[in-house]
């Protein structure tokens, strides 16, 4: 069964390193999407992909995230520099279009010391 | 403005069946979902309406209103590992594109 594939599965940072995470949508799927989940919340859409453009990066703080999807396949977030609040779960979901369900990722837990 | 509320946590026992609410309030609606999240894991899709009424999926049925905005989750028959949180998401249209709103969740604990 195809998955959406997420590394690292951890990740544990000192604030103000630079750190980056990968997605590998289901093959086919048009639209990615990367959430970040804070324990206890639900999970936050931080931007969305259809193909290599950003169609909604409202949420995204700009000022320290970036994401890419150069050739509308995979997909980079990065954050530079992290901060202590970054610590969360950062999902990436896959979805065949914009309106269809979306298939999650098993995530990269992130822990900014 | 966009927001979904739904309980807290949920307690039931082993073989029952629980009903797990969720009211939103969104522009653009345009369905609803329900995803299931075991502790430390990634959500993983249950459910989907777009019009009134009840869906139903083997143990699993979720119901739709949407002119009351207010959705639920029946879980019947109970088992230990459908101890997890039950998130609730909304997706409403703005600005020519289509944005999900997931609520905080609903972590249920079932009891032997």
């Known amino acids: 069964e195809a998955e959406v594939a997420q590394s690292p599965r951890y990740k544990i940072t000192e604030k103000s390193q630079a750190v980056a995470f990968w997605c590998d949508p289901i093959s086919g799927h048009a639209t990615l999407y990367w959430y970040r989940q804070i324990l206890g919340q639900g999970p936050e859409l931080l931007v969305q992909?259809?193909?290599?453009?950003?169609?909604?990066d409202s949420q995204l703080p700009k000022d320290r995230f970036s994401a890419e999807r150069l050739k509308g396949v995979d997909s980079t977030l990065k954050i530079q520099p992290a901060e202590l609040g970054d610590s969360a779960m950062y999902l990436c979901?896959?979805?065949?279009?914009?309106?269809?369900?979306?298939?999650f990722g098993p995530g990269t837990r992130l822990t900014v010391l | 403005g966009q927001n979904i509320d739904q309980p807290t946590e949920m307690t039931a026992t082993e073989g029952a069946i629980v009903q797990i609410n969720c009211t939103y309030q969104?522009?653009?609606?345009?369905?609803l979902f329900w995803y299931q999240q075991h502790a430390g894991e990634a959500p993983t899709f249950l459910s989907y309406n777009v019009l009134d009424g009840l869906e139903e999926k083997g143990r699993f049925s979720s119901f739709l209103s949407r002119s009351k905005g207010y959705s639920y989750l029946l879980l019947k028959e109970l088992q230990m590992k459908d101890s997890a949180s039950y998130l609730c998401?909304?997706?409403?249209?703005?600005?020519?594109?289509?944005?999900?709103?997931f609520g905080t969740g609903t972590r249920l604990k079932v009891l032997a």
């Open positions: 992909f259809q193909d290599e453009s950003v169609v909604d």
């Open positions: 998401a909304v997706r409403g249209a703005a600005s020519g594109t289509y944005k999900y709103i």
């Open positions: 979901a896959s979805s065949p279009g914009r309106i269809d369900e979306q298939f």
């Open positions: 969104t522009s653009g609606f345009n369905g």
